[in-house]
Structure formats: structure tokens, C-alpha cells
């Protein structure tokens, strides 16, 4: 055993153990804001198919698109988005500039 540094195992073992407790409390949290979000999801899903926010559908089938970034979340919420009587923006039209849209 070294003079310097023979503690160092047990100082890097309590390390190792603090970042795997760190890491097991930050999955914790992950799951639940992961849970809040479905609910939340699930909330508005079911106000939205009982109509019981006069303009939500209205609301939603025109700001969804603009939400939504990604190709493949556009494809996955088109036909909710036309159910709600909005369209989805075709790919040709997302990628005109507002000077060339305007022609």
C-alpha cells in the first residue's frame, strides 16, 4: 500500500456509488414528468373527442402543425389533425420562402 493516496479506492467506490444514486433519481424523475405528460396528453385527448372546449378542436387542428418539427410526429398526427378539420402544410409548401409563396 501506497503513503499517498491509500484511501483513494475507498474514495473513488464512494463516488462510483453517489453518481449511481444520482443517476437512478434522475430516471425516477424522467419517469414521472414522462407520466405527467401522458396524462396530460390523455386529459385533452378526451376533452377533445367530447367537444367540451368550444374553439380546442379549432385550436389544436391549426397550431398542431405549426408544433410539431419533426417529419415523422407530422405523419403520425395528420389524420388527427384532419379529423379536427385542419390540414397539415405538404412538405413543397413548408419550404417556400414567404416571397415565393406569395406567387
Do not use: H
Amino acid at each position: 500500500m501506497s503513503l499517498l493516496g491509500g484511501n483513494d479506492l475507498k474514495e473513488q467506490q464512494k463516488i462510483n456509488n453517489l453518481e449511481l444514486k444520482i443517476n437512478r433519481e434522475k430516471q425516477k424523475l424522467d419517469k414521472k414528468l414522462t407520466r405527467q405528460k401522458i396524462l396530460l396528453g390523455a386529459f385533452l385527448v378526451d376533452a377533445l373527442e367530447k367537444n367540451q372546449v368550444q374553439g380546442l378542436k379549432e385550436y389544436t387542428a391549426k397550431e398542431l402543425p405549426n408544433f410539431l418539427t419533426r417529419k415523422t410526429d407530422k405523419e403520425l398526427m395528420k389524420e388527427l389533425v384532419v379529423s379536427l378539420g385542419g390540414k397539415m402544410p405538404s412538405e413543397e409548401n413548408e419550404g417556400l420562402s414567404s416571397r415565393e409563396s406569395q406567387y
